[in-house]
């Protein structure tokens, strides 16, 4: 007996698929049927002959209407039909899944393979190949890999999808260090300007595909990691909305991010421009050995009628690592990666496995000769978990020392006064270079351990030419308004506003001030002190001998009232320890501070 296969909705038929004779399966589609402009399938349910068709196409049926009659067959023709399925291609044999997939892979290095060697001659790797050396495998997920330079009106599609792919910026979301920071606490934007399409420049859609970057890390709180070689803004693009592009998003919104999550820009070969621009805005500048950093590239010097200048002429890294451009010289681009991961990782949080130094050795850092210099660095590497110890800026403001670094796991940021350098006296560049890391770690809750060696502030005419008041007050203003934990540690000098100054203004101001037995504290240095306090006796002497033996005894005086034992006895600061115990009591205090409130505790991070 012939079963009715029925439409399930109201709707009109589009398309009558079977014929009189026909053999189904239960899964074959047998008419489409049109409703609120959806073609809906009816399908068989029955496996059988199809006896008759109901209706003709396009009558309008409502729910329940027959649309075939199928008469049952025997077993072996049933089992058949089962077999029977109308649809199209499945799978990848999809038309629109292939076409999907095959877009996709044009933007791949492997459909590049002359820009590709052409990179690798040249000593670089491709901006894909270095967005997956930083992000852990599988993690990577691409924002607007589809599109293209806005150059229509000059250039044909094909050529567009085949040379100008994910229009020179590839961006997106993944994994960093994953092995060591499992969950959200490893996600990050990681960008990447493709110098292989159009020489990394700016062009109109990468500057959306950055805003809508920079809005997704800003809403899901992802530190972003931007490779930004490249030449600056494009001036090629033909679909642009307007006339001077003045009011693109992307560096409001980029410069907006600051303090807010970490940023982190690498460079290698040429970062002219807008590229610079975005780099400049990270808190931290990692740049190749063959990088060249301008905020004009030679085109601009040559369009300003200031001279024809070479690309390596401008902005090298000899320049820009001595001027404070550049916080860590990479050797090439996978060094330059594994310093970004690096760095990144102490704002991801503790890690569970850790070493430390024989701490014995910090014993002996400091020399029992008052006068002698010793390697504060020494210091830095014993006292921190090992290999642990990631310095910034270290060939600009050498006198002052800025690094991040752990202690049992828990990151923290260091500085340290650099007695090699003015016997660790404080300079206009230093004290820019500390506040702005001071400003840098309270951004993003990072404790401060300042290591204090200082005689001052430097002084003397040619240091007033620097505007020394204005700078060297920048670290009292960002010391005073810290929110992060911070411990003090003076390891021998510990003289008039400079001290004061590395420790956030007072030895109150940390959470511990704590002294080595080679602490010495004053108003001033003693000799000066002596010199200037005493001037009247010293005069007085009648022999050179005489004077340098009143000199020395009056200085060994003033070192018994101020070594950091007697100190101690006043409560000015809170210990005078064994240098073993550094480490104990700088977790001491991480250990009991509280959680920090969730989101941004300063406007911003200066650049400077």
């Not at 690498?266 to 500048?285: E, T």
């Not at 108003?523 to 002497?541: H, I, N, P, S, T």
């Amino acid at each position: 007996m012939a079963q009715a296969v029925h439409s399930e909705l109201q709707g009109t038929i589009v398309s009558i698929l079977v014929g009189e004779g026909d053999v189904v399966g239960e899964r074959t589609v047998v008419a489409l049927v049109e409703s609120m402009k959806l073609h809906h399938d009816v399908v068989a349910g029955v496996a059988g002959r199809v006896s008759s068709i109901a209706v003709a196409e396009g009558t309008t049926v409502q729910a329940g209407t027959p649309i075939v009659h199928v008469e049952p067959v025997g077993e072996d023709e049933a089992v058949a039909a089962d077999e029977i399925v109308t649809a199209g291609p499945t799978g990848t044999d999809r038309r629109d899944l292939a076409d999907v997939i095959a877009r996709h892979e044009l933007g791949l290095d492997e459909a590049r393979p002359e820009a590709v060697a052409k990179r690798h001659g040249r000593g670089h790797r491709t901006a894909r190949e270095n967005l997956a050396d930083l992000v852990d495998d599988g993690t990577f997920v691409e924002y607007g890999p589809l599109a293209v330079a806005a150059q229509r009106k000059r250039r044909t599609h094909d050529d567009l999808i085949a040379n100008t792919p994910a229009d020179g910026m590839i961006g997106g979301i993944g994994t960093i260090n994953g092995a060591l920071f499992e969950g959200r606490d490893a996600r990050a934007v990681a960008v990447s300007y493709d110098y292989m399409v159009l020489a990394g420049t700016q062009g109109t859609r990468n500057h959306i595909k950055k805003d809508r970057l920079f809005e997704v890390a800003e809403r899901l709180r992802l530190p972003v990691v931007f490779f930004t070689e490249g030449g600056g803004g494009r001036p090629g693009d033909t679909e642009t909305p307007g006339v001077s592009g003045l009011d693109c998003l992307a560096f409001l919104w980029f410069g907006q991010l600051s303090g807010t999550v970490p940023l982190v820009g690498i460079a290698s070969g040429y970062c002219f421009a807008g590229n610079a621009a975005i780099l400049g805005c990270c808190d931290v500048v990692i740049a190749t050995r063959d990088a060249n950093i301008g905020m004009g590239g030679p085109a601009m010097i040559e369009g300003g009628g200031l001279g024809v200048y070479a690309p390596t002429e401008v902005g090298p890294i000899e320049v820009q690592r001595a001027n404070g451009v550049v916080d860590v010289v990479a050797d090439d681009e996978a060094h330059a990666t594994a310093i970004a991961k690096q760095y990144l990782s102490y704002f991801q949080g503790p890690v569970a496995d850790w070493t430390c130094p024989d701490q014995t050795a910090l014993r002996d850092v400091v020399p029992t000769d008052r006068l002698r210099s010793y390697d504060v660095r020494a210091a830095i590497e014993a006292l921190f978990d090992t290999d642990s110890v990631l310095e910034l800026r270290r060939d600009f403001a050498n006198g002052m020392i800025t690094a991040l670094a752990r202690v049992e796991g828990r990151p923290v940021g260091v500085i340290a006064n650099d007695p090699a350098h003015l016997a660790g006296a404080i300079t206009s560049d230093g004290a820019d270079k500390a506040a702005r890391f001071m400003q840098l770690c309270d951004a993003h809750g990072i404790p401060i351990v300042s290591l204090v060696d200082t005689p001052g502030m430097m002084v003397g005419p040619e240091t007033e030419e620097t505007a020394l008041v204005r700078h060297c007050s920048r670290l009292f203003v960002t010391g005073a308004n810290v929110t992060v934990p911070m411990v003090s540690i003076v390891l021998r000098k510990s003289y008039g506003l400079g001290a004061q100054a590395m420790m956030g203004g007072s030895t109150k101001a940390p959470l511990a001030c704590i002294a080595w037995p080679t602490g010495e504290f004053g108003g001033m240095g003693l000799e000066g002190a002596v010199r200037l306090g005493y001037r009247k006796e010293l005069d007085a002497c009648t022999t050179d001998a005489d004077r340098d033996a009143l000199f020395a005894e009056l200085v060994g005086r003033l070192y018994e009232v101020g070594k950091a034992l007697s100190v101690a006895e006043y409560f000015e600061i809170d210990d005078v320890i064994d240098p073993v115990d550094t480490r104990r009591w700088i977790s001491a205090i991480l250990e009991s501070a509280p959680p920090r409130p969730d989101g941004p505790v300063r406007p911003n991070v200066d650049t400077w």
